[in-house]
């Protein structure tokens, strides 16, 4: 029945996700995750997005939803090179009922020189320390990297892994999500 809630709150994410600016999907044979994210201001200096995606690991017994900001921008004169920084909130449940709220800042980055035609590379960090982490959980990290091909302007095929640990509040510390995964990111 878990199954079944989870993977119609993804396809929920992917129908509302028909109005919003992009939108990925990723999985393996244990794993899934889905993501939106909006923009709120776009100009000459960057552009602010609002975002939101939902993991189920079945593998980790894992269900994690985020939400967040990010300010992305490009610096000086480096084609294709986004650089950003963000927040998220961290909500979810991972093995053993251990419960999680937490919010993490971080950065990420994307390189996709026009000299490599399509081909592009990006990574993400976020940290939740302590101060900023309730219920069951005492701290989080997440990291990722994700090589990427634009098959069309819009529509992105890419091959990531993701690593997330949690470190909880009763001693038992380790990764609640360590997947690679196949996907596509498409903007609208």
């Given at each position: 029945?878990?199954?079944?809630?989870?993977?119609?709150?993804?396809?929920s994410?992917?129908?509302?996700q028909?109005?919003a600016?992009?939108?990925?999907?990723?999985?393996?044979?244990?794993?899934?995750?889905?993501?939106?994210?909006?923009?709120l201001?776009?100009?000459?200096?960057?552009?602010?997005l609002?975002?939101?995606?939902?993991?189920?690991?079945?593998?980790?017994?894992?269900?994690?939803?985020?939400?967040?900001?990010?300010?992305?921008?490009?610096?000086g004169?480096?084609?294709?090179?986004d650089?950003g920084?963000?927040?998220?909130?961290?909500?979810?449940?991972?093995?053993?009922?251990?419960?999680?709220?937490?919010?993490?800042?971080g950065?990420q980055?994307?390189?996709?020189?026009?000299?490599?035609?399509?081909?592009?590379?990006?990574?993400?960090?976020?940290?939740a320390?302590?101060?900023?982490?309730?219920?069951?959980v005492?701290?989080?990290?997440?990291?990722?990297?994700?090589?990427?091909?634009?098959?069309?302007?819009?529509?992105?095929?890419?091959?990531?892994?993701?690593?997330?640990r949690a470190?909880?509040?009763?001693?038992?510390?380790?990764?609640?999500?360590?997947?690679?995964?196949?996907?596509?990111?498409?903007?609208?």
């Amino acid at each position: 029945m878990k199954k079944v809630l989870i993977f119609m709150v993804l396809l929920s994410l992917v129908a509302v996700q028909a109005e919003a600016a992009s939108m990925e999907i990723e999985l393996n044979d244990n794993s899934v995750q889905a993501g939106f994210a909006t923009p709120l201001r776009m100009d000459e200096y960057g552009t602010s997005l609002l975002n939101a995606r939902l993991l189920y690991n079945d593998n980790k017994d894992t269900t994690l939803g985020s939400a967040g900001f990010d300010f992305l921008g490009q610096p000086g004169n480096v084609p294709g090179l986004d650089l950003g920084v963000g927040a998220q909130v961290y909500g979810g449940q991972a093995a053993d009922s251990q419960n999680i709220l937490s919010l993490g800042i971080g950065g990420q980055v994307s390189y996709a020189p026009p000299m490599l035609e399509g081909v592009g590379i990006s990574g993400k960090f976020f940290y939740a320390p302590h101060i900023l982490s309730l219920l069951d959980v005492d701290r989080m990290l997440e990291t990722g990297l994700r090589v990427s091909y634009a098959i069309t302007p819009k529509v992105k095929v890419y091959l990531g892994y993701q690593y997330i640990r949690a470190d909880f509040d009763n001693g038992e510390d380790g990764a609640i999500d360590d997947s690679g995964r196949v996907g596509f990111a498409a903007n609208f």
